[in-house]
């Protein structure tokens, strides 16, 4: 199964997919990384308000926000391209411009191709001459990302 978003952690219910289904990572569909039946809080913002239930000795209501759940996490999701290729893809969901989130998608991909940032910091980086992007750019059928684009939707 692939994630249909581009995210690269994915906690879903413990026991709610099968140990020996594989989950794709949403953004370079790679295969994520698993640790099943953890329990605890789920993101930031409950392991704040467990924080401060705790801090305020009210340890039977922490207990009560905390749950079981299977962490899913992509393998390359610290990595700068990695980063660049989710935001890419974020933004070519929120923009007007179906021409525009083509070139947002095009990018993404040539990305995730050649495990490369484009632009780090603010700075437009110079393409090695090694670089996939020239190959593949010729290559991108239009029609072929939108597929995919909606595959990932649905």
């Known amino acids: 199964m692939t994630l249909d978003s581009p995210q690269a952690v994915y906690t879903p219910d413990a026991g709610t997919h099968a140990h020996d289904e594989h989950i794709l990572c949403g ?8 640790k099943f ?3 605890g809080a789920r993101g930031s913002v409950n392991a ?5 239930l705790e801090r305020d000795g009210k340890q039977e209501e922490a207990d009560e926000c905390k749950s079981h759940y299977d ?13 660049q290729a989710t ?8 923009t007007a411009s179906a021409k525009l989130a083509d070139a947002l998608i095009i990018e993404a ?4 191709a ?16 090694n670089s996939a992007e020239d190959k593949l750019r010729p290559e991108y059928d239009l029609s ?9 939707k649905n």
């Open 27 to 34: 953004c370079c569909e790679s295969p994520m990384d698993v």
């Open 48 to 52: 704040m308000h467990i924080h401060q």
């Open 71 to 83: 962490y899913y996490s992509c393998p390359f999701k610290e990595e700068d391209w990695h980063e």
């Open 109 to 112: 991909i040539d990305i995730i």
């Open 114 to 129: 050649t495990k490369h940032c484009t632009k780090k910091h603010g700075v437009v980086l110079k393409k090695s001459d």
């Open 37 to 39: 039946n953890c329990f």
């Open 87 to 94: 935001n890419l893809f974020g933004e070519a969901k929120k």
């Open 144 to 152: 072929q990302l939108r597929r995919r684009e909606k595959k990932r």
